[in-house]
């Protein structure tokens, strides 16, 4: 347990952290196969993803049934849920027979068991675990469920400071968007230039495309079979290999009859839409990331005082804070940590 903290709180970069905290946990418990992912707190979509064999041969499958809406423990859920981990054992009450995944894709791996989780800092959920067992009898235990949900603050801390150590958070280039567009069943129609150059600098294991690129096709599937809450395009921010952040966002393209197609727009992002995100990577709290953002604005103290309507002392307070978080001393310090341009005052 300690090596595993540790390790969680030493600055792992993004590209080992997943290698390395799987070992950690396989020395506190036997683990057949594992998955893990990263996440975009604000729309819960992946953003990457590490997965073992024999989980990685079946990515596609387990990625459709995250999306469809309707088996148990879903990722997502886990997320918004008061409880962030969940065997299948127990979601299913020893019926594993009941769960879809279990039935379509884990059985026929020689998967049974599996214990899920949510990885959440405060309020924002930086990533996802599942641990799997080979089919038996015998799952995850209640004391093992318990030592998951014990470290999984932890391991969300890694994966929030990772975001910090990796990203860059204004614009990288001012490229043109790129298009991927798929098929309905996800395969690859066509790629723009652009988004090919992009795509080089996203990992994205041994599937054809970023499981990014699938999250979002994926999501805008839901919400049209009527699974996920109607929204906006969905969207999602990654890292690029540069240490620029990406957007992707997807969108349906209508055509005749048997052509309908899902386009995927990536594109490197602006300043705006990733400082919400570094805001939450430094662990403010929604009342200093209110004043960080009007910070950024060039609001005067007076001027957030009556906007909060908070004293001035309290602002100087929440400023204080914001400030120690984000390792600055002023105001200006701060617009450049948040808007720098990358490859400038690297840490």
């Not at 596609?60 to 997502?76: H, I, K, P």
Request: charged share 20%.
């Amino acid at each position: 347990m300690h090596d595993l903290v540790r390790h969680c709180h030493g600055g792992l970069d993004l590209p080992e952290l997943p290698q390395q905290l799987l070992r950690s946990v396989r020395r506190l418990m036997p683990v057949d196969a594992a998955f893990f992912a990263t996440a975009d707190p604000d729309t819960l979509l992946f953003t990457g993803s590490y997965a073992e064999e024999p989980l990685e041969a079946a990515a596609t499958l387990f990625l459709d049934n995250e999306f469809s809406g309707a088996d148990v423990n879903r990722f997502a859920s886990l997320a918004t849920s008061t409880t962030h981990v969940a065997s299948l054992d127990a979601a299913t009450h020893s019926d594993r027979a009941s769960s879809g995944r279990y039935r379509d894709i884990m059985r026929p791996l020689g998967l049974g068991d599996e214990l899920r989780a949510a990885l959440v800092a405060g309020s924002h959920c930086w990533g996802y675990l599942c641990l799997h067992r080979a089919d038996h009898p015998l799952g995850f235990t209640d004391a093992e469920t318990a030592l998951i949900a014990s470290i999984g603050p932890h391991l969300a801390h890694a994966l929030r400071r990772a975001v910090l150590l990796n990203g860059s958070p204004a614009s990288g280039g001012t490229g043109e968007p790129g298009v991927v567009l798929l098929a309905e069943d996800l395969s690859l129609v066509a790629v723009t230039p652009e988004a090919a150059h992009l795509l080089l600098l996203v990992e994205k294991g041994n599937l054809p495309l970023p499981a990014s690129v699938y999250a979002v096709a994926m999501a805008l599937r839901s919400i049209e079979q009527g699974t996920a809450p109607p929204q906006t395009l969905p969207t999602s921010r990654i890292h690029a290999l540069d240490g620029r952040w990406l957007t992707l966002y997807a969108s349906r393209l209508r055509g005749p009859p048997g052509e309908q197609r899902i386009s995927v727009v990536i594109k490197t992002a602006e300043a705006a839409t990733t400082v919400p995100l570094l805001l939450s990577a430094y662990g403010l709290s929604p009342r200093e990331a209110e004043v960080a953002r009007l910070v950024l604005r060039g609001t005067s103290t007076q001027a957030i005082s009556d906007t909060l309507h908070i004293s001035r002392h309290t602002v100087q307070d929440h400023l204080k804070a914001v400030f120690d978080k984000v390792g600055v001393r002023s105001r200006r310090d701060l617009i450049g940590e948040l808007l720098r341009p990358p490859g400038t005052d690297e840490r």
